[in-house]
């Protein structure tokens, strides 16, 4: 059982990224797949996540309207669009999955994502 978070890099301030959480060993179909972000010296924060449907997503406060999650189940892959990038993004971010949102059974290594000014 194995998530990947990748996509992350380094880009200027205003644009976009796509991170992609790739599954092996399980199918996502049955999970919720949340993205959480750390930042150094910050605590973790939960950035988005999505049901297992697709029918109910959820978007943390500094990223609504900026970002947005999707999943392709036939593909095995959940996306998280990030759109006007800020400096603030700049995090590690992780996808995780679970039964709800929120509640995450298995983890994946982060991609990191660096915003410059």
């Known amino acids: 059982v194995q998530l990947q978070a990748s996509g992350g890099g380094l880009v200027q301030a205003g644009g976009s990224l796509r991170l992609s959480c790739a599954a092996s060993?399980?199918?996502?179909?049955?999970?919720?797949i949340g993205w959480l972000r750390q930042a150094p010296g910050k605590e973790r924060e939960g950035v988005s996540c999505?049901?297992?449907?697709?029918?109910?997503?959820y978007y943390g406060d500094s990223v609504k309207g900026r970002f947005t999650i999707s999943r392709d189940n036939a593909k095995n892959t959940v996306y998280l669009q990030m759109n006007s990038l800020e400096p603030e993004d700049t995090a590690d971010y992780y996808c995780?999955?679970?039964?709800?949102?929120?509640?995450?059974?298995?983890w994946g290594q982060g991609t990191l994502v660096t915003v410059s000014s």
């Open positions: 995780a999955a679970g039964e709800v949102c929120f509640t995450y059974d298995y």
């Open positions: 999505i049901s297992s449907s697709g029918g109910s997503t």
């Open positions: 060993g399980f199918t996502l179909d049955y999970y919720a």
